[in-house]
């Protein structure tokens, strides 16, 4: 096969260095599942994205996620990093909109040029299980008074299903350290394998609320920034009010504990039962090179 082009971005970024990394694979087609796995092992990102033609399909462009474990049928900073790039190297004419396809389905992404944010529409939002906070707080590793008892611990999912879990305060988000064992224990009965917590009150008092996410399963032990979860977080947010109204348009901060400060741009509205989400970022790219596939001996080489 020879080489193909990568480029790696910082997703819901608020400079460089920070946000959520990602690598981006063009024309990525011929390479098989395996060897996509490898490579998202290799990088050892959160989540690695390939883009599988640099041509349209069906007025969509077809992508596949990998996390370090397993793929995944669909995750928000690897879409917002993707639209980025094909954008900016793939289109010969920058577009206002442009739909990428996943095994979740289609995601429109929007760009709004003036302020620098891309826009990613997930799709409508399914509600879960609801979860016992004895069990919960001993995966967290904190007390159950942590736990802000007005809402529920929930399962949400807008194309890939997370447990949300409302704390008092950012002590209590600090102080959250996952307890591996029960964990295991705990997903094993869940359709979702994330755990999002998140505070009202945040490092940064521009922004509006504060969440920590974690995904042990996917090889992931605390990620920098989560689309998929915070969209999952905004459907959450309208249904319960939890700012008591339907409709939000907050800015979320995430990975400070990690020191991978990002920043989330939410907006949800709940229109008779039927919520719309949308989840924003910016975008800064760091690098591009050169990835040699090997086929005499199956292994993949970084240059």
């Known amino acids: 096969m020879g080489e193909i082009n990568y480029s790696i971005v910082d997703v819901f970024s608020q400079g460089k260095y920070t946000g959520n990394q990602l690598a981006v694979f063009k024309n990525a087609g011929n390479i098989s599942d395996d060897e996509m796995q ?7 990102f959160s989540e690695t994205a390939f883009i599988l033609s640099d041509a349209k399909n069906d007025n969509g462009y077809d992508v596949r996620i990998f996390t370090p474990n397993e793929e995944v049928p669909f995750a928000g900073h690897p879409t917002l990093g993707t639209a980025y790039i094909i954008q900016k190297e793939v289109l010969e004419e920058p577009l206002d909109k442009l739909i990428l396809k996943y095994k979740a389905g289609k995601i429109p992404v929007s ?16 509600f879960g299980s609801i979860l016992d906070t004895n069990k919960v707080s001993t995966v967290l590793n904190i007390d159950k ?9 929930q399962e949400v999912s807008t194309g890939l299903p997370v447990i949300v879990v409302p704390l008092k ?16 224990e705990l997903i094993e009965y869940t359709d979702a394998k994330a755990i ?17 996410d974690f995904a042990e399963y996917y090889g992931i032990s605390e990620d920098a920034a989560t689309g998929s979860s915070n969209g999952c977080l905004a459907s959450y947010l309208v249904k319960y009010r ?8 907050i800015r979320v901060e995430q990975g400070y504990e990690i020191k991978r400060p990002s920043l989330l741009f939410l907006k949800a509205s709940d229109d008779n039962g039927k919520i719309n989400v949308y989840v924003g970022g910016r975008v800064v790219k760091i690098a591009q090179g050169e990835w040699f596939i090997q086929r005499s001996d199956n292994v993949t080489h970084q240059i």
């Open 111 to 126: 760009f709004d040029n003036q302020e620098g944010i891309l826009w990613m529409k997930q799709n409508e939002p399914t």
């Open 145 to 153: 008074e942590y736990i802000d008892e007005r809402f529920p611990i």
């Open 169 to 184: 305060s950012l002590d209590a988000v600090k102080k959250v350290q996952i307890n591996k064992e029960k964990y295991f």
């Open 242 to 249: 939890y700012f008591e109204k339907s409709e939000i348009n």
């Open 38 to 44: 490898q490579i998202a092992k290799e990088i050892n």
């Open 196 to 212: 999002m917590v998140f505070s009202p009150e945040v490092y940064n008092t521009v922004n509006d609320l504060n969440v920590r």
